[in-house]
């Protein structure tokens, strides 16, 4: 009893063994699927179809080939063994015959040409190249990857020979390959120390009589040895190319990344370039990578990556500074981070560098800026006035002509969370347009039709954000950068006032 519960726990693990890790590719092909699943319930468009065949359709085809080589290895388990409903009776009788041929010294009828000296030869040599494991000798191949390959070669080999396809030369020598491969397993180390009833033992047997039954066959076409000899070694390679393939470089758009900007950071000792490039995610998320190139050659270029929410992470332009608070003024923007882990300050080269760094972050472009000008700020009240006096910089923000859409087709927005700053002041303004009136307690931007007298709203375009004047002023004092944000998004009590007054002092 103890032996046969031990045979039954030996083929089970021998026959996981053989069959592979079936599972693992059932999982690798959920997460395909549910990688693509909104191509599901509507038609691809251009860009679908393109990233399709430039990624998804060859991962598509590997797993494709690796399911049936999974589902032919368990045919090939489960022939002889029957379901499992003899498997016992099929050990023992297997063990009985092994034996006994041992013994007797007789082995099953077969038809196996000898296979040419010379391309034995070169077999060996290809078994020697590109093995999972070093091999020393064939003897020292081992058993599992020995028997995959041997079983690729077969299932390549003439078995697919009909009359309509004729057989290759490539077909032809992947059965005398198999031939081979099925000697060489036999006689290696690895086999000879399985049991005689090891399932190991009769899967190779069982593809040794298939190969000779190939032989037999007389539909097939049979080429001569030199005209095999003078094939390249390449055809003679025995384990599967290895494609390494190695993820594409961060500084690379990734899937439908779009790539707002590419920067270069102000010199700094110790690095001979300092690249910075920023992509889009989504509508709120940009990837920021910063490759840096030392001055030792020694050290490799290094990139770094970071991702920023922009409906959470803030902006703060340090850039804006006065040259008279900061004599020492550079282009430098700082990310700072919504959850408090600290910001991420960027020293850019030029002034229009930061300005694209800017409009990467909100979304909107500088049309025009004028610094060094005193702003007093004065907001009142029904029942009190306050003002506020800085001294900064006033920039008029205008959202560009869109040369690209959404992946819904809308016009992207701009970021909700435009700039990092602990003050900002909207507009008092209550002006409406005429379509404003009409759908109320709707976004102004949106022009819409009516029909008739029903409520149904026809929206016949959607106009694009408004301007906004940013003015940012700086106390030396305090060390604190103010923004003030004036547009006319912001909804306020109408007993309440708001002014800005600029004034341009001299340098």
């Known amino acids: 009893m103890y032996f046969q519960h031990r045979n039954q726990e030996q083929l089970k693990s021998e026959a996981e063994d053989i069959v592979g890790d079936f599972q693992k590719t059932l999982e690798e092909c959920r997460i395909l699927l549910q990688k693509h699943i909104t191509l599901d319930g509507r038609r691809a468009s251009v860009i679908d179809n393109l990233f399709w065949g430039l990624s998804t359709q060859k991962r598509v085809e590997e797993l494709r080939k690796r399911i049936q080589f999974h589902t032919q290895k368990i045919y090939l388990v489960i022939e002889p063994v029957q379901l499992g409903l003899i498997r016992n009776i099929d050990c023992n009788v297997n063990e009985i015959l092994d034996l006994r041929r041992k013994h007797v010294n007789q082995a099953p009828e077969l038809y196996l040409p000898l296979i040419p000296a010379s391309f034995a030869g070169r077999f060996h040599d290809a078994l ?13 191949i081992p058993l599992r990857e020995g028997f995959d390959v041997l079983y690729d070669c077969y299932r390549h080999s003439t078995v697919s020979v009909t009359e309509t396809n004729p057989t290759t030369v490539e077909q032809y020598l992947n059965l005398i390959k198999a031939h081979w491969l099925a000697d060489v397993l036999k006689r290696s180390y690895a086999y000879q120390e399985t049991r005689p009833g090891s399932l190991y033992r009769r899967m190779i047997a069982q593809v040794e009589q298939r190969v000779s039954r190939q032989y037999a066959r007389k539909d097939i076409s049979r080429y001569p040895e030199d ?32 790539k707002l ?26 990837r920021i990578v910063l490759s840096q190139t030392y001055e030792s050659a020694i050290v490799p270029r290094q990139a770094t990556e970071i991702f920023v929410n922009t ?38 080269r030029s002034r229009a560098d930061a300005f694209s760094f800017q409009r990467a972050f909100v979304g909107y472009e500088v049309a025009s800026d004028t610094r060094d000008v005193l702003c007093t700020f004065t907001l009142s009240a029904r029942f009190s006035t306050s003002s506020r006096i800085g001294f900064g910089e006033v920039q008029l923000w205008h959202w560009p002509t869109p040369t690209s859409t959404s992946r819904t087709g809308e016009p992207l927005s701009p970021n909700s969370s435009v700039l990092a700053s602990p003050r900002s002041g909207g507009t008092m303004s209550t002006q409406h347009t005429a379509v404003s009136r009409i759908t109320q307690n709707a976004d102004p931007g949106i022009v819409s039709l009516h029909e008739g007298t029903s409520d149904s709203t026809l929206i016949a375009a959607k106009l694009p954000p408004g301007p906004i004047l940013m003015a940012f002023t700086f106390d030396k004092i305090k060390e604190e950068l103010t923004m003030w944000q004036i547009d006319g998004h912001y909804p306020v009590p109408s007993t309440t006032f708001f002014a800005l007054t600029i004034y341009q002092c001299s340098a």
């Not at 020697?128 to 020292?140: F, I, Q, Y």
């Not at 594409?248 to 779009?258: N, Q, S, W």
Request: charged content about 25%; hydrophobic content about 40%; aromatic content about 6%.
């Open 128 to 140: 020697c190249r590109n093995s999972p494991v070093p091999l020393e000798d064939a003897a020292c």
């Open 227 to 258: 005209e095999l000899a003078g094939l390249d070694d390449s055809v003679f390679e025995i384990w599967p190319e290895i494609k390494i393939i190695l993820p594409p470089p961060l500084t690379e758009a990734k899937g439908r990344e779009e």
């Open 311 to 348: 409906s959470e992470d803030g902006l703060v332009p340090w850039y804006t500074i006065p040259k008279k608070a900061n004599p020492a003024a550079t282009h430098a923007l700082e990310v700072t981070n919504g959850k408090g882990a600290g910001g991420k300050l960027y020293d850019l």
């Open 261 to 286: 900007a590419e920067l270069c950071l102000s010199e700094q000792a110790g690095f001979r370039k300092q690249d910075l490039v920023i992509f889009r995610v989504n509508t709120v998320v940009l």
